[in-house]
């Protein structure tokens, strides 16, 4: 698997919600590899501020060599990484970890939560890019606001794919749960599933896809200092009992490989 590291050249800056933030990055080499599902590190600073470099999810790449993330702030990284402006340098590593495994003989329900849409965008593309048809297939969107969501929802409707939305507050579509969506949605039968989300929602999700017999596909959050496996910061523990590395191992696995512990 080819990894790179490029400085790349801020292209845009988007600001969406109060806190969310997209930014669109030159960067044909990670680009031009990375797959659905896979991750870049960015070193968000000049310097030692911060010292770390901090994981995002490619949120989707383009054929011009380019490349986006989608963002919150939460802290000082990100804080940082929200200030920079176009046509400035930063350092980006990738792409990382394991992305996911796209079935393009099955249906597909693509269920984000919170910043978990982020990488979901680039899935659904790619998927209606090697499937060709996707009008059996399923798009489920959970946030807690509609802010949170409608942003990017019209790079979502663009694909073609039906979907539906929730919002904790009401705001917009399903008042409650993108897990109740799933459990009430008439799925497409023998489809696949794909998640991606905070830890109580894709352990629902693997609930649900259990009860259902189908087979499914999550995308955890982990925090890492490195990224390919030498800090084991991102350690969690698997199904059996053993431990696995998210930033080698994942982020995408089976979901019956791991322990949900919720």
Request: hydrophobic share 40%; with cysteine.
């Amino acid at each position: 698997m080819s990894q790179y590291q490029e400085k790349a050249i801020v292209a845009k800056v988007e600001q969406f919600a109060n806190k969310n933030f997209r930014l669109t990055l030159d960067c044909p080499q990670i680009s031009g590899c990375a797959t659905p599902g896979q991750f870049v590190m960015i070193k968000a600073g000049k310097g030692n501020d911060p010292l770390l470099r901090r994981p995002f999810s490619i949120h989707q790449t383009t054929g011009e060599g380019r490349l986006q993330v989608f963002f919150k702030v939460v802290g000082r990284g990100t804080e940082l990484l929200s200030q920079v402006r176009v046509h400035q340098e930063i350092s980006v590593l990738g792409p990382l970890g394991r992305g996911f495994r796209i079935n393009k003989l099955a249906p597909a329900v693509i269920i984000g939560g919170g910043l978990g849409i982020a990488p979901l965008l680039f899935l659904a593309k790619e998927y209606c890019r090697v499937k060709k048809n996707c009008c059996e297939d399923l798009i489920l969107l959970g946030a807690r606001e509609k802010m949170e969501i409608e942003p990017i929802l019209g790079d979502f409707q663009q694909i073609g794919i039906k979907i539906f939305t929730a919002t904790d507050d009401g705001t917009l579509g399903h008042h409650g749960f993108v897990t109740q969506i799933m459990q009430s949605a008439v799925l497409p039968a023998g489809c696949t599933v794909y998640a991606c989300g905070p830890e109580p929602m894709l352990a629902g999700v693997s609930k649900i896809a259990r009860s259902l017999k189908l087979p499914c596909q999550v995308s955890v959050e982990s925090v890492m200092a490195c990224g390919m496996g030498a800090c084991l910061g991102c350690t969690r523990v698997a199904k059996d009992g053993t431990y696995t590395h998210v930033c080698l191992n994942g982020p995408v696995y089976d979901a019956e490989e791991l322990q949900w512990n919720i």
